[in-house]
């Protein structure tokens, strides 16, 4: 029974509603020949997100600010990571460089709670529940990653292979890999069928055009010039700047080596002292030619020929080339086990195991670093922060490289984690703190963490709720412009009910509560000195952000309407209220589904209807 067929039986039952027929019609019209499909369920936070709209207050008396003036801002949000993301998505829309997450694995133990309920082993529709969770989030983080933006996703076998076909239509094809990692230096003996030694790391882009960093060539390590796909071409090498492990002697004129990597030497060559001291010729198929090697032997590159077969290899002293990234990590050669994590946190907290979950800042430095080396200002999310470890790596690796790369954690307050165990775990990793031992670790104190709460505003467009939004909205501006202090706006000090003002360093913002402050300002905007425009944000109806009102200091002033352009980004991401079609309606969308996919030849087109699956964002 085809589609057409199914859909005029339930057309033509009796007993049942159109409310029902409808629904029945809407799940058969949104069903895919391909990829997965699975029974979305909405959560709780999708249906407040629906009549409301989150906005970021600041927990000021949880700031850690350092006396350094120009070291990064961290963030650190409280709630629910839905609520967190859509406000991300005005604050952070196409500018994050590094995401790295480590959902629940839901291996039904506990590990996964959606609607405030856990989902354990025994759940039938658990693998599907856990899709449709994590198609929601994906989709928004998607729209955060900057152009060369990269996602690194820690999992288990208990959702790898789910997580890997879903996260192919989310991110439309664009898979970099999936790294391997040795997690424990002791398997447990638990199991009487494996033991379990590695997890995964998926990893997608927002474009093809990345080059993930596996580190950097030793400055002893030779490399091969030849490669067996390229055409053969000449090269010639003066008398003494080759060096040679081969014995003194003269090498006759020849063919040296096999197959398509051979080497034909085409003039007669002596080695003396561990140097070549003739000029001569090789014809091979080099990746080199004659000008860049004769560039790269007078910037000090060493050309080196140890072998009987003549192959040229190079140690390059200035190499500015990187490896790529590895597939396997073995967490046993750079303290990155399960273990190192545990002992970690044990003597940050001087005590035991504050956290179950928590991964090896060791790891996650790596992940960060791969997709940062040439971006020490990149900005980092994770919006599964746990016990924190992505902001503790990410000021690592500044420490390490005086980088300033800033990281943004996202995570709920369940059982107090946000506050007792994210929190508290940097606070100590910026203060410094004392191990179980009694040794004193110095804290990396060159950075600031500010505290965030997710707040929920009602949506419905009245005047009160757009002015309460406009003033609730400051949080997110801050944030978004990456500007914390408040100052006199020339001079002048505002009532905090008309407008605020933020400055530091050659950054400027200015947020206008109340229109009717604008003549004012106007007037001081003309006598105020320094060069550089001011970013104004200022309450409207519209999208109007009053241009003819600032026309005598347009040169001075980047002006933006709210709310509208918060409205304008929430509008791309949040849960929308499905439609409702008529029964005959859905019949006839599903007859001409049913006659194009007939005409087509049973052709499947991979990359259509993403978007159709498991629920609307």
Avoid at 456 to 470: C, F
Wanted: some cysteine; aromatic content about 10%; charged content about 25%.
């Amino acid at each position: 029974m085809n589609k057409t067929e199914l859909a005029q039986k339930i057309q033509a039952l009796d007993g049942l509603s159109n409310e029902d027929k409808s629904t029945l019609l809407e799940l058969l019209h949104t069903q895919k020949k391909y990829g997965l499909v699975w029974e979305d369920k909405p959560e709780d936070v999708e249906k407040r997100l629906e009549t409301e709209l989150p906005v970021l207050r600041e927990v000021t008396d949880r700031a850690i600010i350092s006396d350094n003036p120009d070291v990064p801002n961290h963030i650190l949000i409280e709630g629910d990571n839905l609520e967190a993301l859509t406000a991300l998505s005005y604050t952070h829309a196409g500018k994050i460089d590094v995401i790295y997450i480590d959902p629940p694995y839901n291996t039904g133990h506990e590990d996964f709670m959606y609607n405030d309920k856990y989902i354990d082993a025994a759940n039938e529709f658990r693998h599907s529940t856990w899709l449709s969770f994590m198609a929601k989030r994906l989709k928004i983080a998607r729209n955060l990653l900057s152009e060369n933006g990269v996602i690194f996703i820690s999992i288990d076998d208990n959702e790898q292979a789910q997580l890997k076909l879903l996260c192919d239509d989310v991110f439309s094809g664009k898979f970099v890999g999936n790294v391997c990692w040795f997690k424990k230096r002791k398997g447990s003996f638990l199991s009487n069928k494996l033991v379990s030694l590695t997890e995964y790391v998926l990893i997608y882009s927002k474009s093809n055009d990345i080059h993930l960093f596996g580190g950097r060539p030793s400055n002893s390590e030779s490399q091969p010039i030849i490669k067996r796909t390229n055409s053969i071409k000449p090269l010639y090498f003066k008398a003494n700047t080759v060096k040679s492990k081969l014995p003194n002697g003269t090498y006759p004129a020849g063919l040296y080596g096999k197959g398509s990597s051979a080497s034909k030497l085409l003039n007669d060559v002596t080695v003396l002292n561990g140097k070549i001291i003739t000029d001569f010729t090789i014809e091979a198929p080099f990746v080199w030619g004659q000008d860049f090697l004769d560039a790269e032997i007078a910037n000090g590159t060493e050309i080196l020929i140890n072998t009987k077969n003549f192959q040229v290899r190079v140690i390059r002293h200035n190499n500015e080339s990187i490896k790529a990234f590895p597939s396997f990590i073995d967490g046993r050669e750079c303290n990155a086990t399960n273990e190192d994590a545990y002992e970690n946190l044990k003597e940050i907290f001087q005590r035991d195991k504050p956290f179950s979950y928590s991964k090896p800042v060791n790891l996650v430095a790596k992940l960060i670093l791969a997709n940062s080396y040439d971006r020490p200002n990149a900005t980092i999310l994770d919006f599964f922060a746990g016990s924190g470890t992505t902001l503790h790596a990410t000021m690592q690796l500044n420490a390490e490289d005086g980088g300033k790369r800033t990281c943004i954690l996202c995570t709920n307050n369940e059982n107090g984690i946000c506050e007792n165990v994210t929190y508290e775990r940097n606070k100590r990793v910026i203060n410094g703190y004392t191990t179980p031992k009694g040794e004193d670790v110095a804290g990396l104190s060159d950075n600031n963490l500010r505290y965030y709460r997710t707040e929920l505003l009602p949506q419905e467009r009245t005047n009160k709720n757009m002015r309460e939004l406009v003033k609730a909205s400051t949080g997110l501006l801050c944030i978004k412009n990456d500007l914390y202090t408040e100052t006199p706006f020339g001079g002048r000090k505002f009532n905090a009910n008309f407008a605020r003002y933020f400055e530091h360093g050659d950054k400027r913002m200015l947020v206008i509560y109340n229109e009717q402050a604008i003549p004012f300002i106007v007037n001081i905007i003309k006598e105020m000195p320094g060069e550089g425009k001011i970013k104004v944000y200022v309450f409207s109806y519209g999208s109007d952000p009053y241009e003819a009102d600032f026309a005598e200091v347009s040169d001075h002033v980047t002006l933006c309407a709210l709310p509208d352009a918060i409205y304008n980004a929430y509008k791309k991401v949040l849960p929308k209220r499905k439609p409702k079609f008529s029964v005959d309606e859905l019949v006839k969308e599903i007859i001409v589904e049913e006659e194009i996919e007939t005409t087509s030849n049973g052709t499947i087109d991979f990359n259509n209807g993403y978007d159709q699956e498991g629920g609307n964002l």
